[in-house]
C-alpha cells in the first residue's frame, strides 16, 4: 500500500471495457524525507514530502484533487476493492484525513 496525494483526474473518450465508467486519478507517492517522529501528513503537507514519480489508479470513492489517499496495489486487493473485470491493479481503498509518522525508539529520520 502507498500514501498519496491525489494531483488530477483522468478523463478520456474511449475506454476498455475493464475501465467503461470507472474514475481514474493521478496520485503522487508520499516519502518520509525530513519527517521526524511526530511528523503529521495531511493534504496541505509540504510538498517535499512527495515524491518525484506519479501513478494512476481506479478510485471508486471520489477522492478530490489534493486529498491523501491509500493506494492498494494487487488483483487481491482490486478484486475486493472494484472487481475482477478492471483492467488495473491500483485503486484508492481510502481517504486519509492525517497520517502521524512514529519511529521506534532509537530510530533516526527516514
Do not use: F, N, Y
Request: aromatic residues 0%.
Amino acid at each position: 500500500m502507498k500514501l498519496a496525494r491525489v494531483v488530477g483526474t483522468l478523463w478520456g473518450a474511449k475506454q476498455s471495457d475493464g475501465m467503461h465508467g470507472r474514475r481514474v486519478v493521478e496520485v503522487r507517492p508520499l516519502g518520509l524525507a525530513g519527517a521526524t517522529d511526530g511528523t503529521r501528513l495531511t493534504a496541505d503537507c509540504d510538498d517535499v514530502h512527495l515524491r518525484e514519480s506519479s501513478m494512476l489508479a481506479l478510485d471508486p470513492l471520489g477522492a478530490d484533487v489534493g486529498q491523501l489517499v491509500l493506494i492498494g496495489v494487487g488483483s487481491r486487493i482490486r478484486d475486493l476493492v472494484i472487481g475482477p473485470r478492471a483492467t488495473t491493479k491500483a485503486c484508492v481503498i481510502a481517504i486519509v484525513d492525517e497520517a502521524l509518522v512514529e519511529m521506534s525508539p532509537g530510530e533516526g529520520s527516514p
